[in-house]
Nanobody, 124 residues
Framework: QVQLVESGGGLVQAGGSVRLSCAAS????????MGWFRQAPGKEREAVAA????????YYADSVKGRFTISRDNAKNTVYLQMNSLKPEDTAVYYC?????????????????WGQGTQVTVSS
């Protein structure tokens, strides 16, 4: 069992930056692929970024490429999402997710564990 706790959300102006953190419990964090997803009101949950167990492979949604960076620190059991040049359309609840896999995983339905989410609101 893995428990995930997100932090770092809040209200930010357009063009600003926010860094989200996701702390994971368990001693096998380094064998998990990790993902960040978001869900805006009235919209489906979408994949934002994902990172393989080693950090060697990453995925970014086209809408965030060049602005967001996913990273992980296996010694701290933590994955991060650095979000720069934020836009109002980035406003959503952001979720961290984990799956025991040595391959990069993007599809939400393949993730086994989810955090409670953290709200990010970008004002124009």
């Amino acid at each position: 069992q893995v428990q995930l706790v997100e932090s770092g959300g809040g209200l930010v102006q357009a063009g600003g930056s926010v860094r989200l953190s996701c702390a994971a419990s368990g001693r096998t964090f380094s064998t998990y692929t990790m993902g960040w997803f978001r869900q805006a009101p009235g919209k489906e949950r979408e994949a934002v970024a994902a990172i393989s167990w080693s950090g060697g492979s990453t995925y970014y949604a086209d809408s965030v490429k060049g602005r967001f960076t996913i990273s992980r620190d296996n010694a701290k059991n933590t994955v991060y999402l650095q979000m720069n040049s934020l836009k109002p359309e980035d406003t959503a609840v952001y979720y961290c997710a984990a799956r025991s896999s040595l391959s990069l995983v993007v599809a939400a339905r393949k993730y086994d564990y989810w955090g409670q989410g953290t709200q990010v609101t970008v004002s124009s």
